[in-house]
């Protein structure tokens, strides 16, 4: 796969690779694998960003099962030709992104856990979130694996007496649902999706901002300390992500 960018794309911003600043004379080639949940985040950063290169994005369920991401993204990386830099806004995704290695481009990773962590990330990528919170967007509803399709199968497969056991057991752990309000989605219309869920488990609905820097950041291809740069040939891993206190 050759990977070039558009040569009418408007420059790029100014940032660092590395501690390589990226000026508006340097001519690099991109390509970004990224999850479906965070679709419409994304492309609001990328056309905010006003930059052009390659978005793909992955299987949706492959974020659920961190080893078979591992090898689908392994995969795709050892396909790719003449390409500086892949990014992939994910995080470590479970250990998903653990092990990764491209021989010929740098990776490109946002020092944080997963999709939430850059949902919620203000200035830095460093963020505050309640373990009692079941964290959606319109990105986490819908698939074949989402909770409110996972809701109707059960009430589909069991009488309601079980089937409420079972909602109520899944959720056991969790106060309210909270919804990350990114500004790309109708979230009064997802919020009725997650309806009848809410009176099964009895959880409230909360609302939080969400601003998405760190998404903003990389479809700019402004890479501070909040990102991890792995150079070629060598492989992503844990101690990448540890955020250096300031």
């Known amino acids: 796969m050759r990977v070039l960018r558009n040569g009418n794309a408007p420059a790029f911003q100014a940032g660092h690779v590395g501690s390589i600043p990226i000026t508006r004379s340097i001519m690099i080639n991109c390509i970004m694998f990224a999850c479906r949940n965070i679709r419409d985040e994304l492309l609001a950063a990328v056309l905010e960003a006003g930059v052009k290169f390659p978005v793909l994005f992955i299987p949706r369920e492959l974020h659920l099962i961190p080893d078979k991401l591992r090898v689908y993204l392994q995969d795709m990386i050892d ?141 700019a291809l402004e890479f501070d300390s909040d990102f991890v740069i792995v150079p070629p040939g060598e492989t992503v891993c844990e101690k990448h992500f540890r955020l250096t206190e300031t």
């Open 79 to 219: 396909n790719i030709e003449n390409t500086d830099y892949i990014l992939l806004p994910m995080g470590m995704c479970g250990n998903g992104t653990v092990g990764l290695m491209s021989s010929t481009a740098s990776i490109v990773l946002p020092k944080c856990g997963d999709c939430i962590d850059m949902l919620l990330s203000e200035e830095g990528v460093k963020t505050e979130r309640s373990v009692c919170s079941y964290f959606l967007t319109a990105g986490w509803l819908g698939d074949d694996n989402s909770i409110d399709v996972e809701y109707k199968r059960t009430i589909e497969k069991y009488d309601a007496e079980t089937a409420s056991m079972i909602i109520e057991m899944l959720y056991k752990n969790y106060k309210h649902f909270c919804f990350i309000d990114t500004g790309t989605y109708d979230i009064d219309a997802v919020k009725e999706k997650i309806k009848p869920l809410t009176e099964i488990t009895k959880m409230d609905v909360i609302e939080v901002k969400g601003r998405y820097n760190i998404l903003r950041k990389m479809a």
